[in-house]
């Protein structure tokens, strides 16, 4: 199977100047293939949100390799970063973060317009039948206001997939979920998943819904740990 | 619409308190500079127009008499010598109408008149009035002092043996048109004219003494035989008159003085009042672009996360720093309509409120497209320009900072 991600001897570390040098991801390496439902856990600290933020091009490792869909992403100025962002990837945050001004369907589009800076035929289309697909076709008007938790959340995987991206970052796309709402929107995922063949890496920390993934990855003390199934 | 676009008008219907007192801001702004403007314009124009109504842009006269010194200085010495101004004799000009086409064919002027003039007295019954007599080709004359608004009664004619007058010797003296009236010279010269028509000059002075007869009879009054004593240009442009003085000289030989000349201390007065108004306009411009960029600041501090969220959608820097430069033109344009929509109705208001006596305006007030174009263009411009440290400051966000502290 295609890689769509891969990294190698990731380093990331904050600090310098006046305050002291923290490493928080001392060498990761970690692949993931097309098509796979991956979760991340670790405990708090770990480096996860670090880890997710270097894999989604948001911030550059110090060091070490990044490959995504073939092409070396760890030394790309910050437009070459945004280009191949919004073109592979999507992104399912904790708290939905739908934009408050746009209606749902505006908010799925986002991603397609923010990228070319217009709307392409076809895009208003794709963005329904993505709405249709997740039940909320009768919402695609309305405001994230007006729509409840486990709706915005799923308006924002939505969103993620209106790139057609080869991977969805969710960084605890669950976490702010009651455990019924959270097992349906995890279902979801596991779903489309399936369904579009796109690569998931889920951050979680339920391991009633971490269970459920075909595989599990660990982050220990900024490292991917070395097996898996022992940590878990 | 375009994503820059949309995202920029979503934010500000987003924020509607604050694009209302931003916008309130920049059409307070531009209405007072709109206001100042009009107001400046118009009465500055009055004033011109009424000045220069009873005067020529440009006049040329003969040079004037100088002694010259008749012991030279010997080399390496000085010698002192008194030398007295010497008194001006009743100077004229000979070949005048070479002159006067050769002025009137130089690009700028409109216009051109000869005048022969020189003092004198208007009697009738025993009573002498010492007035000016001022020779005109009636039709040359006219193009330069318009003389129909100035009629009070009569007609504006001159064949020979009339006189058009002004109100106050047609008072002193009790002249209608019709009356007979005999005008003398210093030269003993005397002639008995028909009155044809009563002006006013709208000085009182002028009123007094200016007496406009046909050339030929105030050259015959004079002991002129066919000489002028100035020579009345007009020109297209008023302001070019200065510039026109130093060609028209050249030309001639004649010395030349501008209204700018004649009426110096009216031209600094003028030039301080557009000074003094062009800093309130400049100051005024300065607090406008200050009040667009803070609330601008204001507003990118505010909307961060929803930046920063777009930023990891895949927005580049380049399209956030749009969108927020644009938020600045809509800004600037929108409250320059409003602004010069208000300004110039403040500007109609006070010329309805400032009126004369008989209920005309005390002074036109001066609104032209040209007003709307610059100061459409200049708000925009510095809508934009006070956007660029919020634009800037948005694109420069670090979208995980931004998306985590928003």
Known sequence: ?232 | MSFVVTVAFRLMREGRFQTALILAGVTIGVAVVVYITAVVAGLQANIIDKTLSTQAHLVLKPREDENRRLIAPPAGGAVRAEVEKRTQRENTIDDWQQRLDAVRALPGIASGAAIASGPGFATRGGINKSVSLIGVELDDYARIVPLAPKLKAGAIALPTGTVMIGSELARELGLAPGSRLRLLSATGAAQTFTVGAVLDFGLRDLNRRWTLLPLRAAQSLLGYRLEVTELYFRADNLFEADALKARARALTGLDADSWQDNNAQLVVALRSQSASSMMIRVFVTFAVALGIASVLVVSVVQKQREIGILRAMGAPASRIRAIFLLQGALVGGVGSLLGTALGAAMAVGLSRIAITPDGSPLFPVVITPGLFYVTAGVASAVGVLSAFAPAWRAARLDPVEAIRHG
């Open chain 1, 1 to 232: 199977m295609a890689e769509v991600i891969r990294l190698e001897g990731v380093r990331k570390g904050y600090g310098g100047g006046e305050a002291p040098w923290v490493e928080v991801l001392h060498g990761v390496d970690l692949v993931l293939h097309e098509g796979e439902f991956v979760s991340l856990a670790g405990p708090s600290g770990s480096g996860k949100s670090t880890l997710l933020n270097i894999m989604g091009l948001l911030e550059p490792p110090n060091d070490g390799a990044l490959t995504i869909a073939g092409e070396r992403a760890e030394a790309l100025d910050d437009d070459a970063r945004t280009r191949l962002r919004n073109r592979y990837l999507g992104f399912v945050f904790q708290f939905h973060h739908l934009l408050p001004a746009f209606s749902a369907l505006e908010n799925v589009l986002m991603p397609v317009f923010a990228g070319t800076g217009r709307l392409p035929a076809g895009a208003r289309e794709h963005a329904l039948a993505l709405l249709e697909r997740v039940g909320l076709a009768e919402h695609a008007g309305k405001r994230p206001v007006q729509l409840s938790g486990g709706q915005q959340q799923r308006v924002a995987i939505v969103r993620a997939l209106a790139n057609r991206p080869r991977l969805v970052l969710a960084d605890e796309p669950t976490g702010n979920l009651d455990t019924q709402t959270a097992a349906e929107v995890f279902a979801l995922m596991h779903d489309i998943n399936r369904e579009q063949g796109v690569t998931f890496l889920v951050v979680t920390h339920d391991e009633r819904l971490a269970q459920d993934c075909p595989r599990r990855v660990n982050l220990v003390d900024g490292r991917i740990a070395p097996s898996p199934a022992l940590v878990g």
